[in-house]
Each structure stands twice: as structure tokens, then as C-alpha cells.
């Protein structure tokens, strides 16, 4: 059964998944991380508390994180010709993923910085700093090892949201596994690319906790 | 340049470097009703001064502080810096100013991902100075705090009282005229809080800063303080020398705090007793013995210690008054000839 025309469908497979996961994750992080940000500096007990602001981005990134993603994907896939052309292969995939992504990373990085004892902040309030300088060399730096630790929960999560997307053509291994292992009943295919899932998230995960790991200055 | 040695009260005026005036402070509750943390707090703070602010927790003593940098906005009342109210300048204004008061913390918040240095460096980044200028300034304050070997650590590296000392230097990196503690011993173990107070003792003749140091213990404020406020329920009970408030406490919680607490024995509470004050001058005279051989009655101590307050010894005894009331109002009056500070302790010290 394992051919060279499976191995390499399964090999595009592995670089397809990647490749969808990656980018996901790091446009997702460029929408996430700031709209967190905002969210902790614009709260009532943030450095610049502004309500509305703080509500309004409250009641979007709710509403997008109760949307269950395979529903999402379904949803936006007007968006998504609108942006890439088609709602095909992997980049049109790219779009789902971010938009499902993007709040459940600003909800990660929000609590990151939350967790920075207030009396840091209140130290540099009290040197005179004002609230972007407490946010570029206090907020991001302190919360760092913590924010990273949440990237590597957040590029996991998107890979398993990239093998769903394979129900509606956006391929990788989720779309092998689908079309392969559940509609033809191929067993064997189905166990590999399972496999090669778990192999995948393992590693995302050890190599983003190492890398957190090593730019935590509280451990001595 | 007036550097607040002790004893100078009344050969000069210096200037007053924080002034408030009736300052109050409510902060809204869920019930509408709003809690009241200051009540028309009156103060005057002299250049040079090491002046504390003690008393208990809840008392308003934090919120006190932070009135005085404007991280709290008082409800009414006012801040008067180097003669600037605070309320009347713009945000950037007040960012600058906040430059020129250094703070501490009972937490020392320190930046964790930051190496001593470079927590040093912090205040001095905000104030956009250029960077081979901080970096040899930060080394100078961690030279005087006696860090210099610690530079490249984090603070996870650091003990309690290390960290206080990069956070010491930390807020004298911009050069501050004042220097706020906020219960910056009170995390430490006795001997390293001496160490901490000494190094803020030197800065402050060294430096000429003036330091205003909130604590709710008594020994902090014996061991450096110059003048000392009250702070009792969100209000002022008493302030002045702190050798004046524990020779003659007025308010009952002055009274609290200077009286030796803990260390009474309860068969003595029914009688009558005495608090006697040495001061330097008879510290050293045998006043119990004399009265001994006066009166012929022995006397029972129930506490004495010693202690230097303002670089005098002075010592405090507090004995029980025999059970004869006339024998003991002649006690007293042969104790008050001797010029001696004393005074009929009541109730439950």
C-alpha cells in the first residue's frame, strides 16, 4: 500500500500541514499579541483604562471563541474567495485558521501579562514612565517566558484546527487522514498520518517550551 | 545645602519639599457609600528630613504615599511639590516630575528579566538618557549600595536584602530629590532591615535626599527617623520630633505604638503604674534605687529598655506604684523634681 505515490502525497502531506500551521500561527500572532495587549492596558485596572474600547473588543473576541472552528471555517469561506481567489488548498486555509486563531492567542497573551505582579508596574509608574514605555520594557519582556509557553500551546491548537480543515479540501494530513483513512477505510494510511500528527505536535511543543524555558530569568 | 542632621530644628528654616494639604481619599465600594482611606491630612515635609509616616495596616498609610507621586489622585486636597501642585500639571509633566521622587517597595518590584544593571538602567531608559551614560551610572549606584560584584544577576539570584539595594539604587538612578519607602523593610529579617536602613541613613547625609519612609514598626522609625506622623484610622493623630512622641505621646495611638507592648504581666494589670522616660542626660542616674532609699518601699519593674532615638540613649521604664495612694502620688512628685518624663500608664499596656 505504501508506494512512492503515497509517500510522497504524504510527504506534501507533512510540509502542507506545516506550512498551513506556521503562517497561521504567525499571522495570528501578529493580530493576536497586540489586540491582547489592548485588551489588558484598556481594562479597568489597566494602565490606560478606556471602556469602551475594552468592551468592544471583549464582545468580538467572545463571539469568535464561541464559534466552534469547523463551523468558522464553513462561515467565512465567503471571506476567504474574497482574499485568496479560492477556498481551496492550503492558503485559503490560512484565513479560517487566523480568524479562529487570532482571539484564543489574544486571550492567551492577555493572561501572560496579567500575571505580572502589579507592583512592577507600579514601580515604573512611579519612575515616570508613561504607558507605551511601560508596555515595550515592561509589559512585553516581563510576561515573555510566559507569552512563549502560550505560542506553543497556540501553534498545537492551530495544527489540530489545520487537520480539520481537511473536510473542506485544504489538505495536509488532516485531509489524507479524512479522505484516505475514513472514506476508503485505509487503515494503514489512517495510522500514519495520525502518527505523524502526534509527532508533529510533540515536537512544536517541546521546541517552543525549550525555547521559553531558556528566556526565563526567575529560575535561577 | 541643608542636610537635616538631627537636632538642627529651629537654627535654620529649610524649605518645605512636600507640602499636603487636607488631603482626603474615598474610594468608591459596591455599596455607593465609598471607603474613606484619608481624612484632611495636613503635612509638611522639610528638604533634607528623614520623616516617617507609621502606623497600622488599614491605616492609610500606602494610600498616603502614593498621594504624594500622584499614582493615587487624592479626592480633594493638595499636593504640593517643591511648591508645584500636582493636580494643575499635565500628564508629561507629571511623568517628568515623578522623575525627581525615587521609590521603593516592600516587594522591591524588580524586573525579573532584567539583570541588576540593567534594572538600574531602567529609570534612566525612561528618561531617554543616552546608553554608555547609563550603563556608567547604573555602576556608580551599584557601587554605592555595595553591588558592584552583583551587576550581571537577576534578581531570582538575589537575597531580599540585595534586592532592596539594586531597587535603592534603581530609584537614585534619575538623581530623585526625594526618596519614598513604602514599607521597604518589612519583607526583611531584623538584621538585613539594618543594614537596608543604614544604607538609606547614608543617602540621606550623603545626598542631602529627603526620605519619607511608611512602616508600621515602631523600631524602623526609632532607628532613623527624624520627625515621625501618626496615622491612626485614615487621619493624623500626632506629629513631630520623634524624640518628642516617645518621650510625651499624646494620642492613644501613639501611645500604642511607643508603650511596650506584648511584654506585660497580667497579675500587674489591677494596680496602679508609672512610665518613666530617661533621656540622655539621667540615663545613667540611679533613679530607682534613690527612690528605694526615699521612700523605703520596694518598687516592682514590670519593663525597662533602652534605646537610641535621634542619637540620644534614651530609656524607658514603666514600674508599679505601691498600693497606697499617698505614698505613690509622693513617688510621682519626687519622680517629676528629678525632671524626669513620667507619666500614669492606664488600661491595656
Same mark, same amino acid.
Given at each position: ?170 489538505? /495536509? ?34 521546541? /517552543? ?12 | ?115 541588576? @544593571? ?25 557601587? @554605592? ?34 526618596? @519614598? ?145 499617698? @505614698? ?22
Amino acid at each position: 500500500m505504501f508506494d512512492a505515490v503515497v509517500a510522497k502525497m504524504i510527504g506534501n502531506g507533512i510540509l502542507e500541514t506545516l506550512y498551513m500551521t506556521l503562517t497561521s500561527t504567525l499571522i495570528a500572532y501578529i493580530i493576536g499579541l497586540p489586540l491582547g495587549v489592548v485588551l489588558v492596558v484598556t481594562d479597568k485596572d489597566g494602565i490606560r483604562p478606556i471602556k469602551w474600547i475594552n468592551s468592544v473588543l471583549n464582545v468580538i473576541v467572545n463571539i469568535l471563541r464561541s464559534i466552534p472552528f469547523l463551523i468558522l471555517m464553513m462561515f467565512v469561506t465567503p471571506l476567504t474567495r474574497a482574499i485568496i481567489g479560492t477556498s481551496l488548498g492550503p492558503t485559503a486555509t490560512i484565513v479560517p485558521l487566523v480568524i479562529g486563531s487570532a482571539p484564543f492567542i489574544a486571550r492567551l497573551v492577555e493572561s501572560s501579562i496579567k500575571e505580572i505582579d502589579r507592583g512592577v508596574i507600579e514601580a515604573a509608574q512611579s519612575m515616570g514612565a508613561m504607558p507605551m514605555q511601560i508596555i515595550w520594557k515592561v509589559l512585553l519582556p516581563e510576561a515573555r517566558p510566559s507569552i512563549l509557553v502560550g505560542s506553543a500551546i497556540a501553534v498545537t491548537t492551530i495544527l489540530s484546527y489545520s487537520a480539520m480543515a481537511g473536510i473542506i479540501g485544504g489538505r /495536509g494530513l488532516g485531509d489524507i487522514a479524512i479522505r484516505y483513512g475514513y472514506h476508503r477505510y485505509d487503515n494503514g494510511i489512517m495510522f500514519v498520518t495520525v502518527a505523524l500528527l502526534v509527532v508533529i505536535v510533540q515536537v512544536l511543543q517541546e521546541v /517552543g517550551m525549550m525555547i521559553a524555558r531558556k528566556n526565563d530569568k526567575r529560575k535561577k | 545645602m541643608y542636610y537635616g542632621k538631627r537636632g538642627d530644628d529651629g537654627i535654620s528654616t529649610p524649605e518645605t519639599i512636600v507640602s499636603l494639604k487636607n488631603l482626603t481619599k474615598t474610594f468608591p465600594t459596591a455599596d455607593g457609600a465609598g471607603f474613606t482611606a484619608l481624612k484632611d491630612i495636613s503635612l509638611d515635609i522639610k528638604r533634607g528630613e528623614i520623616f516617617g509616616i507609621i502606623g497600622m495596616s488599614g491605616a492609610g498609610k500606602s494610600t498616603l504615599v502614593r498621594c504624594i507621586n500622584y499614582l493615587e489622585r487624592p479626592t480633594s486636597g493638595t499636593v504640593l511639590f517643591q511648591g508645584k501642585d500636582l493636580s494643575q500639571l499635565s500628564m508629561p509633566e507629571l511623568y517628568n516630575l515623578r522623575q525627581s521622587i525615587g521609590m521603593i517597595f516592600q516587594q522591591f518590584n524588580l524586573l525579573m528579566q532584567r539583570t541588576a @544593571l540593567q534594572n538600574v538602567c531602567f529609570p534612566l531608559e525612561i528618561a531617554g538618557v543616552e546608553k554608555k551614560e547609563r550603563i556608567r551610572r547604573a555602576e556608580e549606584l551599584l557601587e @554605592l549600595v555595595g553591588l558592584a560584584d552583583k551587576r550581571d544577576s537577576y534578581p531570582s539570584q538575589l537575597s531580599g536584602g540585595q534586592c532592596q539595594r539594586v531597587a535603592i539604587a534603581r530609584a537614585l538612578a534619575t538623581n530623585p530629590q526625594v526618596l @519614598l519607602c513604602d514599607e521597604a523593610t518589612s519583607a526583611l529579617d531584623p538584621s538585613t532591615t539594618r543594614g537596608v536602613l543604614a544604607l538609606i541613613r547614608e543617602i540621606n547625609e550623603k545626598l542631602g535626599i529627603t526620605v519619607i519612609i511608611i512602616t508600621h514598626e515602631m523600631a524602623v522609625i526609632e532607628e532613623i527617623c527624624h520627625k515621625v506622623a501618626i496615622i491612626d484610622e485614615g487621619r493624623i493623630a500626632e506629629y513631630g520630633p520623634v524624640s518628642d512622641i516617645f518621650t510625651h505621646p499624646k494620642s492613644d495611638a501613639a501611645k500604642r505604638l511607643v508603650l511596650p507592648q506584648g511584654e506585660r504581666t497580667d497579675e500587674f494589670m489591677g494596680g496602679r503604674r508609672c512610665r518613666i522616660v530617661f533621656d540622655g542626660r539621667s540615663a545613667f542616674e540611679p533613679v530607682i534605687s534613690n527612690l528605694v532609699l526615699e521612700f523605703r518601699h520596694p518598687i516592682n519593674i514590670l519593663y525597662a529598655n533602652t534605646k537610641e532615638i535621634d542619637g540620644k540613649a534614651v530609656g524607658q521604664m514603666i514600674i508599679a506604684l505601691p498600693e497606697d495612694d499617698r @505614698l505613690a502620688e509622693r513617688m510621682l512628685g519626687s519622680l517629676h523634681t528629678q525632671g524626669l518624663s513620667v507619666e500614669e500608664v492606664t488600661g491595656n499596656v
